[in-house]
């Protein structure tokens, strides 16, 4: 179970940090994934974490102003996401491939993502 959460009106040209909470399963040696879906697009991904803290880039051009990280302390992993423009508006998921996928703990494809949390709505307006 993912839950995310930080969302929220934001000014163009600040910051947030999203979270995402899971709980019934170990997230710190899973892969967590970030994706975001904009009004009228399909949901792209942002950023993942592997089970090892490797991270993957899935949005080449946003390089540098997304970070993602992990406190595993608190089975959570953060998306922060600075000099936010107005297109960054959209609702922002994190996910995670299920507990029987042996490739659980990589990346991979977009696509192999299959255990989504609700998703938190963050709006960049002025």
């Known amino acids: 179970h993912l839950v995310e959460s930080g969302g929220g009106l934001v000014q163009p040209g600040g910051s947030l940090r999203l979270s995402c909470a899971a709980s019934?399963?170990?997230?710190?040696?899973?892969?967590i994934g970030w994706f975001r879906q904009a009004p009228g697009k399909e949901r792209e991904g942002v950023l993942c974490?592997?089970?090892?803290?490797?991270?993957?880039n899935y949005a080449d051009s946003e390089k540098g102003r997304f970070i993602i990280s992990r406190d595993n302390a608190k089975n959570t992993v953060y998306l922060q996401i600075h000099s936010l423009k107005p297109e960054d508006t959209g609702v922002y998921y994190c996910?995670?491939?299920?507990?029987?996928?042996?490739?659980?703990?990589?990346?991979?494809?977009?696509?192999?993502?299959?255990?989504w949390g609700q998703g938190t709505q963050v709006t960049v307006s002025s």
């Open positions: 019934g399963f170990n997230s710190n040696n899973r892969a």
């Open positions: 996910a995670a491939k299920s507990g029987s996928n042996p490739l659980r703990d990589r990346c991979g494809p977009t696509e192999d993502f299959d255990s």
């Open positions: 974490i592997s089970g090892s803290g490797r991270i993957r």
